[in-house]
């Protein structure tokens, strides 16, 4: 993510919708918008907008958008009092306005970016730092992926015609949906900064001998442009634009190295922001819908996302103001429901010092320091950011569509935590194990265990969320999942996620209990080991055992005077 100062992030799931939500190619308007006009998205139930668009043109507004399938229009009107008269409309749900500022001249007549002068770069593309990290150079002697997935590249722009991005280059689902408004036109597409060729060679910069190579080299990149000029800002009809535009042309993975601005944080109780955030919801929901995994930067403020309290960087596109925010509050898209949100690491694998972070905010983890990769004009450039962590994933998620091309977004985002190598904690503010901590979530990455052995069959995780209590010094209680569809025996590194919390841990002796009733040892208890909870990824040698059945977790407690339950438990096969 771009290190985030007043303008931008800067270098240094839902249940679906239904219905379709087809774009056409926008007709660039002729006479800039006056003095005065602002953007707004008006929300009603998806499928029934009619009734809101002719209300919008009888309170002295515009229709520039909309997106039924969804239920979201994006209005113009240079009236103060535009959402005011909107939300009191019959079947409109929420009113926002998108920006805190006039919209730009550039929204009436988006001129197409200029394609930059093209050197040719030296032979010669030795491994990074950052791929090796994460395995991906094991990973291109095994499965480089396949063309037959698009990742879509949802930033500023990317370079095309780069000469280590333009054989993996699909020009014809690449579009620009700066200002709000899809445009299909040749070359909307291209880099207004350098942001988003960076983000494209990460993913997929070719193995041709030059430059360097990404962690899927063998995948397609699609550019959607959001970000405006001459702002740079990503406004929320842009990343709802482009969210539909991804779910339609079928991309399996996006891109999302920004937050949607002009709010680091929008927050339910502010009536604009809380528009914002339902339409934005609506449109990645409806991009998962249609088999897109989505993967975002967590950001780069060092904020810990779990523990919100103020917020002095908003609004971005006027004159910000320090204001109190809670854990309501959200940054999107990365902190949506179904979307991977992505922590930055260092070569050494602590967190990078700008990174944000956050217990069950940060999913996974990658390299984001001083990232080698593709700038426009067919040259090259280090970045560092969350920013440049997030094509790591998206990279890796390609990969694993690449061999499993019947695999789910949910089954995607299980393989990307499953396969995740695990981190220990690199300072103070870090809690949990290193199965899971809130700085790296389930941990980093691992490109070659995408691919390794050809196919991984996705969907073998199984998991019981319900909770049990555990008597203090009391009979063992068990917790059970049903396995099924799992051929053979199971591994012999059966994967056993425990989330128990009790206090004093020392007292739990913790069993694994086998459909034949054979117990496996997880946890003795100890009389010296007084932390909190039980947080751990345990591996048993469950390999004589027959994979589908019954399985158990048994927790005893062997000492008095503390209490707990069995929060969730999960068998990764």
């Given at each position: 993510?771009?290190?985030?100062?007043?303008?931008?992030?800067?270098?240094?799931?839902?249940?679906?919708?239904?219905?379709?939500?087809?774009?056409?190619?926008?007709?660039?308007a002729?006479?800039?918008?006056?003095?005065?006009?602002?953007?707004?998205?008006v929300?009603?139930?998806?499928?029934?907008?009619?009734?809101?668009?002719?209300?919008?043109?009888?309170?002295?507004?515009?229709?520039?958008?909309?997106?039924?399938?969804?239920?979201?229009?994006?209005?113009h009107?240079?009236?103060?009092?535009?959402?005011?008269r909107?939300r009191?409309?019959?079947?409109v749900q929420?009113?926002?306005?998108?920006?805190?500022?006039?919209?730009?001249?550039?929204?009436?007549?988006?001129?197409?970016?200029?394609?930059?002068?093209?050197?040719?770069?030296?032979?010669?593309?030795?491994?990074?730092?950052?791929?090796?990290?994460?395995?991906?150079?094991?990973?291109?002697t095994?499965?480089?992926?396949?063309?037959?997935?698009?990742?879509g590249?949802?930033?500023?722009?990317?370079?095309?015609?780069?000469?280590?991005?333009?054989?993996?280059?699909?020009?014809?689902?690449s579009?620009?949906?700066?200002?709000?408004?899809?445009d299909?036109?040749?070359?909307?597409?291209?880099?207004?900064?350098?942001?988003?060729?960076?983000?494209?060679?990460?993913?997929?910069?070719?193995?041709?001998?030059?430059?360097?190579?990404?962690?899927?080299?063998g995948?397609?990149?699609?550019?959607?442009?959001?970000?405006?000029?001459?702002?740079?800002?990503?406004?929320?009809?842009?990343?709802?634009?482009?969210?539909?535009?991804?779910?339609?042309?079928?991309?399996?993975?996006?891109?999302?190295?920004?937050?949607?601005?002009p709010?680091?944080?929008?927050?339910?109780?502010?009536?604009?922001?809380?528009?914002?955030?339902?339409?934005v919801?609506?449109?990645?929901?409806?991009?998962?819908?249609?088999?897109?995994?989505?993967?975002?930067?967590a950001?780069?403020?060092?904020?810990?996302?779990?523990?919100?309290?103020?917020?002095?960087?908003?609004?971005?596109?006027?004159?910000?103001?320090?204001?109190?925010?809670?854990?309501a509050?959200?940054?999107?898209?990365?902190?949506?429901?179904?979307?991977?949100?992505?922590?930055?690491?260092?070569?050494?694998?602590?967190?990078?010092?700008?990174?944000?972070?956050?217990?069950?905010?940060?999913h996974?983890?990658?390299?984001?320091?001083?990232?080698?990769?593709?700038?426009?004009?067919?040259?090259?450039?280090?970045?560092?950011?969350?920013?440049?962590?997030?094509?790591?994933v998206?990279?890796v998620?390609?990969?694993?569509?690449?061999?499993?091309?019947?695999a789910?977004?949910?089954?995607?985002r299980?393989?990307?935590?499953?396969?995740?190598?695990?981190?220990?904690?690199?300072?103070t503010?870090?809690?949990?194990?290193?199965?899971?901590n809130?700085?790296?979530?389930?941990?980093r990455?691992?490109?070659?265990?995408?691919?390794?052995?050809?196919?991984?069959?996705p969907?073998?995780?199984?998991?019981?969320?319900?909770?049990v209590?555990?008597?203090?010094?009391?009979?063992?209680?068990?917790?059970?999942?049903?396995?099924?569809?799992?051929?053979?025996?199971?591994?012999?590194?059966?994967?056993v996620?425990?989330?128990?919390?009790?206090?004093?841990?020392?007292?739990?002796?913790?069993?694994l209990?086998?459909?034949?009733?054979?117990?496996?040892?997880?946890?003795?208890?100890?009389?010296?080991?007084?932390?909190?909870?039980v947080?751990?990824?345990?591996?048993?040698?469950?390999?004589?055992?027959?994979?589908?059945?019954?399985?158990?977790?048994?927790?005893?407690?062997?000492?008095?005077?503390?209490?707990?339950?069995?929060?969730?438990?999960?068998?990764?096969f």
């Amino acid at each position: 993510m771009f290190v985030r100062t007043r303008a931008r992030l800067r270098a240094a799931v839902i249940a679906a919708v239904v219905g379709t939500g087809v774009l056409a190619a926008a007709i660039p308007a002729t006479a800039a918008p006056a003095a005065g006009n602002r953007s707004y998205l008006v929300i009603t139930a998806p499928g029934d907008t009619a009734g809101a668009k002719t209300a919008v043109a009888g309170n002295s507004g515009t229709v520039w958008a909309s997106y039924d399938a969804i239920g979201v229009i994006v209005a113009h009107s240079g009236s103060a009092d535009f959402a005011t008269r909107m939300r009191s409309v019959t079947g409109v749900q929420k009113v926002g306005a998108t920006r805190t500022s006039d919209l730009p001249a550039e929204a009436a007549n988006p001129a197409i970016p200029t394609a930059p002068a093209q050197v040719t770069p030296a032979d010669g593309e030795p491994v990074r730092t950052d791929m090796s990290q994460i395995g991906a150079d094991r990973a291109w002697t095994v499965n480089q992926g396949s063309p037959n997935v698009t990742v879509g590249v949802l930033d500023t722009g990317v370079d095309d015609q780069h000469a280590d991005l333009k054989a993996n280059f699909d020009a014809a689902n690449s579009a620009s949906c700066a200002y709000g408004k899809l445009d299909t036109r040749a070359g909307s597409w291209r880099d207004t900064d350098t942001h988003g060729t960076h983000v494209a060679g990460t993913i997929a910069a070719a193995k041709n001998g030059k430059g360097m190579v990404g962690v899927a080299p063998g995948v397609k990149i699609a550019s959607v442009r959001i970000a405006e000029k001459p702002s740079g800002l990503f406004f929320p009809e842009n990343t709802i634009c482009a969210m539909v535009f991804s779910g339609d042309r079928g991309f399996e993975v996006t891109n999302n190295s920004y937050y949607t601005d002009p709010w680091l944080f929008n927050c339910p109780t502010n009536a604009d922001q809380d528009a914002i955030l339902e339409g934005v919801k609506r449109a990645v929901a409806y991009a998962e819908g249609k088999g897109v995994l989505n993967v975002a930067a967590a950001g780069n403020e060092n904020y810990n996302l779990a523990a919100k309290t103020t917020d002095a960087t908003s609004p971005n596109d006027s004159t910000p103001a320090t204001r109190t925010v809670t854990n309501a509050c959200l940054s999107l898209p990365g902190e949506l429901s179904g979307v991977v949100s992505v922590s930055s690491i260092t070569s050494s694998n602590a967190k990078s010092s700008f990174s944000n972070f956050g217990t069950d905010k940060v999913h996974v983890a990658a390299p984001g320091d001083n990232v080698y990769s593709t700038v426009p004009g067919g040259r090259f450039g280090s970045k560092s950011g969350t920013s440049m962590a997030s094509p790591h994933v998206a990279g890796v998620a390609a990969l694993l569509k690449s061999v499993n091309p019947t695999a789910t977004t949910t089954q995607l985002r299980t393989l990307l935590a499953t396969q995740a190598d695990d981190l220990s904690c690199s300072d103070t503010r870090c809690n949990g194990t290193a199965a899971k901590n809130n700085f790296f979530g389930e941990g980093r990455v691992d490109a070659f265990a995408a691919v390794d052995g050809g196919t991984t069959p996705p969907g073998r995780t199984f998991e019981n969320t319900a909770d049990v209590a555990i008597p203090d010094l009391g009979t063992a209680v068990t917790s059970s999942i049903t396995v099924s569809g799992v051929t053979g025996n199971a591994p012999a590194t059966l994967k056993v996620g425990v989330d128990v919390v009790h206090t004093f841990r020392g007292d739990l002796v913790i069993d694994l209990i086998a459909p034949d009733g054979t117990a496996y040892r997880l946890k003795n208890s100890s009389t010296t080991d007084s932390a909190d909870n039980v947080v751990e990824t345990y591996t048993a040698n469950a390999s004589s055992e027959v994979a589908n059945g019954v399985w158990k977790l048994q927790v005893r407690d062997t000492y008095r005077s503390d209490t707990g339950y069995i929060n969730a438990w999960k068998l990764t096969f």
